[in-house]
């Protein structure tokens, strides 16, 4: 089965009489239409004495964007491909040598540089052929060969049902460092899905989903547009045939229309810039098969111009702002539908304006208005960008030997770097779809000018790590722009934010951040240390509101730390812990009560749920404190909102000798502000002084212990 049978209708065959505008123009760069490309059927006949021929469409492709370019690489690259692949077949019938070279014929369309469509020509011989990557070196050099090898799958036989997630880890890592392996796997997979009807239905639907979860959000992240929307389109009629069929329907039936009101529209625009002096392609550009769905399901019934919209191209910059003005001036405009990427780019690259003008029969029409260079980016992306190694072997290198690729976009960096924690295989895709499915970036920026990349909805949990890494579980609070705010405050585009942090080495994470923590590198480092450090009630036999220190049978403290505190028990040998929902601290007045295990649970006197075990029947223990020591205790400072507030408070404490282990700050309400405080102490009797301290700042109103229920021990 081919590939029309896996897509009977692509978006181009129904809608090629949209393609091409009325009326004569200048004659302008090639059009990136993938989907007239790539099938088979271009390669020319299946025999091999025809398939040197198909080399050709690679090279008259490549020197349309590169005139000069060296084109030997490429024979020989193809020369070693079709000798390595010959004898295997597709599951279609066609030779593997079809494979790479529609891949490579599509980057070559896109635009990629040589080395690239080299290593596409050759991207499966080390995979499936007994080609070395030492052979791809000595032949094609070091570049090439960390292509193929960045694309090369790891084999099932040695990562088991682990070989997909690493492979894509592996290839990312790689991308890390030259993003055109990404630009080849993107490739490969498009012409895998165009043919994908050759497998069983189950096969079909795995493929697909992965490519849903993780391939397409690359090449959205990576703005390589042209595969994106193609990619989308194959996988929506794999998945949801029957709504694919239904919009096929849709388009046919509105490419059948005696009359066209993009058409109109177009001729328009056309003869307002002819009378502006304004030199512009004025296009109809066809929505594909994924977008006609959506704005569907969005606005109901669809009208003529709902199926496509149109794409004005200029040559400079400032000819955007003067079509936009002389459109607005001479058309009605929707003032609401008015977007500038070009003054604020998307991260992916994306540049352009986006307005939209109503026609005289009242349809509205949206706009695209970009140079044809902001064009050639907005469907090629990171492709287009050429080599990124132009520069000298020594600019080619980081300081611990990889290479530095000035396209790295940050949020590859940052995949990168929380991927390195990723603890299993599991972890890592399911992290990895999670992180992809975030596909909008906001940016924030700290006090001292910087800026911090983050995906929409990330909180001040997540600046916090993107910033600091694990260093972040010494956050004690945040600023957003000047305000005291808590850290689960989702931060807004543009925001300033300003993360306060505590001195103590040791500082612990609160388990509640991980209900606002958005990013993998957040979630990963939060629950590294959590189960590194599990809370009494994951702990067996432990009580629900007992502390995670057992005092009378610790080993010995760790070093550079005091001891802590003693609490001696008339139950000889028995463990003793202190209760989490009173928190004791020498001097108070306490009692024990023992629990399941054999250990002792130890109350403040006045614990409402001493009074409960008493009741319940529960045998008081005797328990006493020993000598003095450290103590760890939980504070709640309430306070007027003030300038600096937190700042003079967290100062305070510090001068006390009290190290904060962990800090929530509420919400103001009425002007007024919640500090719930974990301090160590390194000696009891310095409580009511540090409680002194922190009363005398001014705007705190109260401090006292922190009390919460318990359930009984």
């Known amino acids: ?302 009208t003529g111009a709902d199926f496509g919209r149109l794409l004005v191209l200029v040559n400079e910059d400032a000819d955007c702002y003067g079509v936009l003005g002389e459109l607005h001036t001479c058309l009605t405009p929707v003032v609401s539908e008015f977007k500038d990427f070009i003054a604020v780019p998307k991260f992916n690259l994306y540049q352009s304006l986006h307005t939209a003008v109503a026609g005289e029969d009242g349809q509205v029409v949206e706009v695209l208005i970009r140079t044809h260079q902001m064009h050639k980016v907005a469907e090629a992306g990171v492709v287009a960008l050429g080599n990124p190694y132009a520069g000298s072997p020594e600019e080619q290198s980081a300081g611990d030997g990889e290479r530095v690729d000035p396209t790295r976009p940050g949020w590859l960096s940052r995949l990168l770097d929380w991927q390195r924690a990723a603890p299993d295989p599991d972890t890592f895709w399911s992290t990895l779809r999670e992180d992809l499915a975030q596909d909008r970036e906001i940016t924030v920026f700290r006090p001292d000018g910087g800026t911090l990349g983050l995906p929409e909805g990330a909180t001040c949990v997540d600046a916090a790590y993107a910033q600091y890494g694990e260093d972040a579980h010494a956050c004690i609070g945040a600023r957003v722009n000047g305000r005291l705010a808590t850290l689960s405050t989702v931060l807004k585009d543009g925001d300033t934010v300003q993360l306060l942090m505590g001195q103590d080495a040791a500082s612990e994470p609160s388990r509640e951040w991980l209900e606002h923590a958005h990013t993998p590198a957040a979630r990963i480092a939060i629950q590294r240390w959590l189960s590194a450090h599990p809370a009494p009630d994951e702990a067996p036999e432990t009580e629900p509101e007992e502390s995670a220190r057992p005092l009378a049978a610790d080993p010995a403290p760790a070093p550079g730390r005091p001891p802590a505190a003693q609490v001696l028990s008339d139950r000889a040998g028995a463990t003793v812990r202190l209760a989490g929902c009173c928190t004791p601290v020498p001097p108070d007045e306490v009692t024990g009560f023992a629990v399941r295990g054999g250990a002792v649970t130890v109350h403040r006197a006045g614990c409402p749920a001493v009074a409960r075990m008493k009741s319940a029947g529960r045998a008081e223990v005797g328990v006493r404190w020993g000598e003095g020591a450290e103590c760890r205790v939980t504070l709640v400072a309430e306070s007027f909102v003030r300038p600096h507030l937190l700042a003079d408070l967290t100062e305070a404490m510090a001068l006390e000798g009290a190290e904060i282990v962990s800090a929530t700050v509420e919400p103001p309400d009425r002007q007024q502000v919640r500090h719930t405080y974990t301090v160590q102490l390194p000696d009891a009797a310095r409580l009511p002084a540090l409680m002194r301290a922190m009363r005398d700042v001014a705007g705190v109103y109260d401090v006292s212990r922190a009390q919460r229920q318990a359930s009984g021990a």
Do not use: C, W
């Open 1 to 302: 089965m081919n590939a029309e049978a896996a897509n009977p209708a692509t978006p181009g065959s129904v809608t090629a009489g949209h393609v091409t505008p009325s009326g004569s123009r200048k004659k302008s760069r090639p059009r990136l239409d993938l989907r007239r490309l790539g099938r088979a059927a271009l390669l020319g006949p299946t025999g091999r004495d025809r398939l040197p021929d198909a080399i050709g469409h690679v090279a008259d492709a490549h020197r349309a964007h590169y005139p000069d370019a060296d084109l030997e690489p490429l024979r020989r690259a193809y020369v070693l491909a079709e000798s390595s692949h010959r004898g295997q077949m597709r599951k279609s019938g066609e030779p593997y040598i079809t494979h790479p070279l529609a891949v490579t014929l599509i980057l070559a369309e896109l635009g990629a540089e040589t080395v690239t469509l080299t290593a596409s020509l050759l991207h499966d011989t080390v995979e499936d052929t007994d080609v070395t990557l030492d052979q791809v070196r000595e032949q094609f050099g070091e570049e090439v060969r960390y292509l193929v090898d960045g694309v090369t799958k790891l084999e099932k036989v040695d990562y088991g049902a682990a070989a997909e997630p690493e492979t894509f880890r592996k290839m990312l890592v790689a991308t890390g460092n030259d993003v055109r392996v990404m630009s080849i796997k993107l490739a490969d997979r498009l012409h895998n899905m165009r043919t994908l009807g050759v497998m069983r239905p189950e096969k079909q639907e795995r493929i697909a989903k992965v490519t849903r979860d993780v391939l397409i959000p690359l090449a959205e992240r990576l703005g390589v547009q042209a595969l994106k929307t193609e990619l989308e389109d194959l996988v929506f009629a794999i998945l949801h045939p029957d709504e694919y069929a239904h919009t096929r329907e849709l388009i046919v039936r509105n490419a059948a229309r005696a009359d066209d009101p993009l058409a109109e529209v177009a001729d328009d625009v056309r003869k307002v810039l002819r009378e502006s002096d304004i030199t512009a392609e004025v296009l109809i550009r066809p929505r594909h098969f994924v977008s006609v769905h959506r704005v569907s399901r969005k606005r109901g019934p669809l």
